[in-house]
Every structure is written in C-alpha cells, then in structure tokens.
C-alpha cells in the first residue's frame, strides 16, 4: 500500500532574487562614446568644430573636397571596432558586476558605472595603442607622431559613459 505524501514549497530567497534580477533588467544601460558636454566642445584650436565632429570624421572616414582637390581621412574607428575587439571581456564584466549586484556588494547603478568605466578604459587603451593606417608624412611632420587620433588628447579625453533609464 503506497504512502500518501505532501509537497512543502520553501522560498528560500528565490522570489528576492527573482525581483533583483527582474530590476536589473528595468531598462538601464550604459551608453560610451564622445557625448554630452565633452562632445558639444569645441576642438582646440578650431573654430566651429565640435569634439563629436572630429570623432565622427574618424570613426566612419570623410572625404572632404576643396579648392585644392579632395582630402580623403580613412576611417579609424575607435569606439565600434573597440567594442567589437574587447566583446568577449567587456560581456565578462558585465557578467562580474552582475553577480555582484546578485550579491548585493552593490546597487545596479554602481555596477553600471564600473561597467562604463570599464569600457571608457578599453577604448582609451585602443587609442594609446594606434589604430590604423598610421597618420600620412604630411600629419607626421606636423604632429611629431604616426599615431592617429593623439594630437592634444582632447578626443580621447572626451570618451565617457552615461547610465541611460530606457
């Protein structure tokens, strides 16, 4: 003759945990790039160009026509090729600062902003590194270096993060 048997249902911190991760996915994010004051900024030493101009002309390339002929600046992508080459370590962190607010070490904002420093770091990194092509003799002797994108370090100065509620 078989036993009849109950089933006792124990939350053990599941339904916490359950809401934590429910709020982490409540739409923050983290946006990097040049943005914001940093972007609004005019370029030193010009006048009317902004920061974001500057970034933009070298993340996607431009061809630019004068008097002269055309000028043609070769992209040099530093924000999505960055992210692109540092994907696998920046899902990394995220998975890190995710546990850890799992965990509460911390609140989601904080991990959102260590993940955004984070990957500012990444990005400025790439930048100190060189990306290619080298800068053309003309800029060489101009700016005393064949890296791109290091002139004043205004540029890379001016990569930041934002958390955004979206």
Known sequence: MSQPFTVK???????????????LGGGYHVLVGVQGAQAAANH????GITIADIASVHEFGRTIKTRRGEIVIPERSFIRAG??????RIQKRATLVGAGVLLLKFTTHQALSLLGEYAVGL?????ARGIE???????????????PLI?????????TYAIEDG
């Open 9 to 23: 249902d124990s939350d053990k911190g599941w339904d916490e945990l359950r809401q934590t991760v429910l709020k």
């Open 44 to 47: 030193q030493g010009t006048t």
């Open 83 to 88: 992210i692109d080459e540092h994907r696998s």
């Open 123 to 127: 990005l400025k990194s790439r930048i």
């Open 133 to 147: 092509p080298p800068n053309r003799p003309r800029t060489v002797a101009r700016k005393g270096s064949s890296k």
């Open 151 to 159: 002139d004043t370090g205004q540029l890379r100065n001016s990569i």
